[in-house]
């Protein structure tokens, strides 16, 4: 079983939907939690950091369960600029403490 | 500053042959990352270095080695080159160490091994 797993998609929404992903870890001890985000042929770019109490930034929502080793990130009223892959990501303890990622969901706003 | 810098971006190898990917950073961070991106398998780890002098062995390191001689360069190398090691490599730094601070990644490098 993979440590982090993301349903790969694709996910293709109109414009102004909404749109929810999930992502569930392995490792009970996981402590940090981040969704990045990737548009096509480009790097990975932080989109938000995940906390207990859940947080948001404008369109974007992200939760954590950790009773059921899940994380979800919600957007709000899809934009085409948000086209892109949602990486889902997990750091563990330990002595590595180095970032492990889902395989990415893939998004796709139509107009 | 210019960030997380790769080079190159596009690299065709033959079976067997060796080459050094390249990685640098002008934020003065202390942690940087390899990475190995590959279809349907997210980014895995391949070495980590916590500062200068400093290195050790992320989840997939066979067949690639690292120094950190200065803090700035962290090149990767290929020792002898495999079909298997087609993929997307980037390169990551931190300040801090990566559960508390946002990892800044570069391009990448796009590597074929025919």
């Known amino acids: 079983r993979k440590e982090v797993e993301q349903d790969p998609g694709p996910f293709n929404v109109p414009e102004g939907a909404t749109v929810a992903f999930n992502c569930t870890y392995s490792n009970s001890a996981s402590q940090s939690f981040f969704w990045y985000r990737q548009d096509c042929r480009k790097e990975p770019k932080l989109l938000m950091s995940?906390?207990?109490s859940g947080n948001e930034d404008g369109r974007f929502t992200a939760q954590l369960n950790r009773a059921s080793q899940y994380i979800s990130l919600l957007i709000r009223d899809s934009k085409l600029s948000d086209s892109a892959t949602y990486l889902c990501v997990v750091i563990s303890s330990g002595s590595a403490r180095q970032l492990t990622f889902g395989s990415g969901t893939q998004l796709t706003v139509l107009p | 500053n210019a960030g997380v810098t790769q080079t190159p971006k596009f690299q065709v190898l033959k079976t067997g042959q060796s080459m050094t990917l390249q990685c640098a950073q002008d934020m003065n961070h202390e942690y940087m990352s390899w990475y190995r991106q590959d279809p349907g398998m997210g980014l895995r780890l391949i070495h980590y270095?916590?500062?200068?002098?400093?290195?050790d062995q992320g989840e997939v390191p066979n067949g690639y080695n690292v120094s950190r001689s200065t803090t700035e360069d962290f090149p990767l190398r290929l020792l002898s080159a495999a079909p298997s090691q087609t993929s997307v490599y980037f390169c990551?730094?931190?300040?801090?160490?990566?559960?508390?601070?946002?990892?800044?990644f570069g391009p990448g490098t796009r590597l074929t091994v025919l």
């Open positions: 990551a730094s931190s300040y801090s160490p990566p559960s508390t601070d946002t990892q800044y």
């Open positions: 270095s916590v500062g200068a002098g400093i290195t």
């Open positions: 995940v906390y207990s």
